[in-house]
């Protein structure tokens, strides 16, 4: 039997991103308040104090990939989506302390209360994915296909990594929301709007391109030619408008930062080191990557299918570090290596750090709320719109 272990990535990968080094260079910039010192002794014990003062006045959401420092201190851990519902199925918490980025921070805004107010312990918290994908240019390429003359025929289709700005143009186009475990049913139902999978419409599918590639081929039947890449750092998006035309998938230039750097060589580099492992992945990796792992799946996905691995088998997993430790951490059973040996923590995400934490929670205790997460209400409306569009997809 494989003794049981967990791969680290090589320190060296660690100290770039400053753990143990230079705590600085990971924390968040330009808050406005007093943050205790990271080497505060009492920062533990100053949270468990503040947040037993607060008791069921907040909420304390915390994404899985958090560090697990502040983990501990979450009343539930989930996806982004879960987490925003779990906040809105708790109307009694006046305060939703998101533990996790911006983007999830505004989702929880729209679905919970106008009497709730949501908070992020580091506005710096932001993720580079949601990121590239700024409202303008988002309506400057919508310009482009109406050009193109697809425009009748496309329907947007926005991942939950994205800001509320976005997820309104969708609403506001006749779009839906994704998440990584029901994109398949979202791409369904939006090609079913325009004429079905085998007609000429097309779906605009934003930010990542690698969860939009890889759903649309591998479990909808599609082609790689069947997919295109706007640009929205070229002029018409660096496509002609054939292109456009051909196309049945436009997807947006983006991708996540922290799973767009696996790559197929780690996955062969660790078959080769461990010939029984089973490779699972995030289908946020890239098309090459996840065509040459044996598994993929959304993060949660990922918690139950080593829950249910055999004991004594082997596994590489391709996402976030943070998580991939813990499960390490709770299966001692099983033999887990970090796909990538130099791949990082989601740096943004790791922005909320306990520092953050106490500082946002005992300004809760103090009666000044910092960093509120508040989105436009026409902009929520629409959201909302296409928030529920996908809570109304077949398997919700
Ligand atoms: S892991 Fe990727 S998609 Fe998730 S918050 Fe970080 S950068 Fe964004």
């Known amino acids: 039997m494989t003794t049981p272990t967990?791969?680290?990535?090589?320190?060296?990968?660690?100290?770039?991103?400053?753990?143990?080094?230079?705590?600085?260079?990971?924390?968040?910039?330009?808050?406005?308040?007093?943050?205790?010192?990271?080497?505060?002794?009492?920062?533990?014990?100053?949270?468990?104090?503040?947040?037993?003062?607060?008791?069921?006045?907040?909420?304390?959401?915390?994404?899985?990939?958090?560090?697990d420092e502040v983990i501990q201190f979450a009343d539930v851990t989930g996806d982004s989506f879960k987490l925003a519902r779990e906040a809105a199925a708790r109307p009694e918490a006046e305060f939703v302390v998101f533990c996790g980025v911006h983007f999830m921070a505004e989702s929880a805004d729209i679905l919970t209360s106008d009497a709730q107010q949501v908070v992020l312990p580091d506005l710096a918290a932001g993720c580079s994915m949601a990121d590239m994908a700024a409202i303008d240019q988002v309506e400057d390429a919508w310009d482009v296909l109406v050009e193109a003359g697809v425009a009748p025929r496309t329907v947007p289709v926005t991942y939950m990594n994205s800001t509320a700005a976005i997820k309104a143009f969708t609403g506001r186009h006749g779009g839906t929301v994704c998440t990584s475990s029901n994109a398949h049913v979202a791409l369904r139902w939006a090609f079913d709007q325009v004429g079905g999978l085998e007609g000429d419409g097309k779906v605009l599918f934003m930010?990542?391109?690698?969860?939009?590639?890889?759903?649309?081929?591998?479990?909808?039947?599609?082609?790689?030619?069947?997919?295109?890449?706007?640009?929205?750092?070229?002029?018409?998006?660096?496509?002609?408008?054939?292109?456009?035309?051909?196309?049945?998938?436009?997807?947006?230039?983006?991708?996540?930062?922290?799973?767009?750097?696996?790559?197929?060589?780690?996955?062969?580099?660790?078959?080769?080191?461990?010939?029984?492992?089973?490779?699972?992945?995030?289908?946020?990796?890239?098309?090459?990557?996840?065509?040459?792992?044996?598994?993929?799946?959304?993060?949660?996905?990922i918690i139950k299918a080593l829950d249910a691995a055999e004991p004594g088998s082997s596994w590489a997993i391709g996402t976030e570090l943070n998580l991939v430790r813990r499960l390490a951490a709770a299966h001692p059973e099983l033999t887990v290596h970090y796909l990538d040996s130099t791949v990082c923590f989601c740096s943004t995400m790791n922005r909320i750090d306990l520092p953050h934490l106490v500082w946002a929670l005992e300004s809760l205790v103090a009666g000044r709320p910092v960093n509120r997460i508040v989105v436009d209400p026409d902009d929520a409306h629409w959201a909302r719109v296409a928030l529920d569009q996908m809570l109304a997809l077949p398997g919700y």
């Not at 054939?242 to 196309?247: F, I």
């Not at 696996?262 to 089973?278: E, I, K, M």
């Open 6 to 67: 967990f791969t680290e990535p090589l320190p060296s990968a660690l100290l770039l991103l400053g753990r143990g080094a230079d705590l600085a260079s990971e924390r968040g910039v330009e808050c406005a308040g007093d943050l205790p010192a990271p080497s505060d002794p009492d920062l533990v014990e100053r949270a468990r104090a503040a947040r037993a003062a607060l008791g069921d006045r907040a909420f304390v959401l915390g994404h899985h990939y958090q560090r």
């Open 207 to 301: 930010p990542d391109q690698h969860l939009g590639r890889n759903t649309a081929v591998l479990q909808l039947g599609l082609t790689l030619d069947d997919c295109v890449v706007f640009d929205p750092r070229k002029p018409g998006g660096g496509l002609t408008a054939q292109q456009l035309r051909d196309a049945r998938m436009i997807l947006w230039r983006g991708h996540c930062s922290v799973h767009g750097r696996f790559s197929a060589r780690n996955v062969a580099d660790v078959r080769a080191a461990d010939p029984g492992v089973t490779v699972l992945v995030h289908p946020e990796c890239r098309h090459e990557v996840v065509t040459a792992a044996d598994m993929v799946g959304s993060t949660e996905y």
